[in-house]
């Protein structure tokens, strides 16, 4: 079994020391997301855990208490969420630098291939604009170039909440949402991509409906079977109650929606 910790909210950033308790109990309670009456009791025991993936916007506290992770024999990898975007986007974003810090030396401990960069989602605003990603994408890759292998993208999708929370501030002049045809939005793709050749990165698309291979970003999967069976020895099947477009392998998430204070005005769980 996988442990997906968690696509609903960070608990790595905000949560960490309620699951190391879970971790000590060896089990937690998770609400079905749909039917919060509906709750079912997810082992945490070593012997039924082949991984966990944790997915974060700030990777201070796994850095913290990985030694105590693989002491106990747990394999994992890390989901790093880092765009750099203005305050308005993201009120509560820890600092780039001490982030991207705190990434070095969390990969000089168990791995460059144990951290993943994520640049999610990709918004067009005006306030991050195509020139603003250009430049922005570039100096992250670089700043990562010496210790982050892979870099997972998405398109912003329009949520309905996000969509409110984002009219609002079109509605207070905070900033004015973009549309690009294809051809914009595949040359921005495809500077990123060459960007992340140039520092060593391979670079794979999220769960998007368009495969974007002839601009040098294959489909990839965040909760990848390759990389798990790499880190635990195990096989697992493509998830199927995730989006269509999704090519994660089954996992089982222990967080909840709705809970999470980055407050990241475009996020799909908030």
């Given at each position: ?10 608990i790595?950033r905000?949560?960490?020391?309620w ?10 309670d998770v ?11 997810i ?6 855990v082949n991984?966990?993936v ?6 201070e506290?796994i850095?913290a208490?990985a ?24 009120p509560?974003q ?11 030396k969390l ?8 951290v ?28 990562m ?9 998405s ?8 969509q ?8 207070a002049g905070?900033?004015q ?6 051809k ?7 500077d ?20 974007f291979s ?14 798990v ?12 109650n ?10 089982t998430?222990i967080g909840s ?14």
């Amino acid at each position: 079994m996988i442990i997906s910790v968690s696509r609903r909210c960070d608990i790595p950033r905000y949560n960490f020391d309620w699951f190391i308790e879970r971790l000590n109990e060896g089990f937690v309670d998770v609400a079905n997301p749909y039917n919060a009456s509906q709750i079912k009791r997810i082992s945490l025991n070593c012997t039924d855990v082949n991984a966990f993936v944790f997915w974060t916007r700030n990777p201070e506290n796994i850095l913290a208490n990985a030694d105590e992770l693989i002491k106990r024999g747990f394999p994992f990898y890390v989901m790093v969420s880092l765009t750099g975007y203005p305050g308005v986007l993201e009120p509560n974003q820890a600092s780039v630098p001490e982030v991207i810090s705190c990434m070095k030396k969390l990969a000089q401990k168990i791995g460059q291939g144990r951290v993943i960069w994520r640049y999610d989602p990709v918004i067009l605003t005006s306030i991050t604009d195509k020139d603003f990603h250009k430049h922005n994408f570039s100096e992250l890759a670089q700043n990562m170039s010496d210790f982050v292998r892979r870099i997972i993208i998405s398109i912003y999708d329009k949520y309905q909440k996000a969509q409110k929370r984002l009219y609002e501030l079109e509605k207070a002049g905070e900033l004015q949402m973009q549309n690009v045809d294809e051809k914009e939005l595949h040359g921005l793709l495809a500077d990123f991509a060459k960007c992340a050749k140039a520092v060593g990165m391979e670079i794979q698309s999220c769960a998007e409906k368009e495969d974007f291979s002839f601009l040098g970003i294959k489909p990839g999967a965040c909760i990848d079977a390759e990389l798990v069976k790499k880190n635990c020895g195990a096989e697992f099947a493509r998830d199927k109650n995730q989006r269509p477009d999704c090519l994660c392998c089954r996992s089982t998430d222990i967080g909840s929606y709705g809970t999470c204070k980055a407050q990241c005005v475009y996020c799909y769980a908030c």
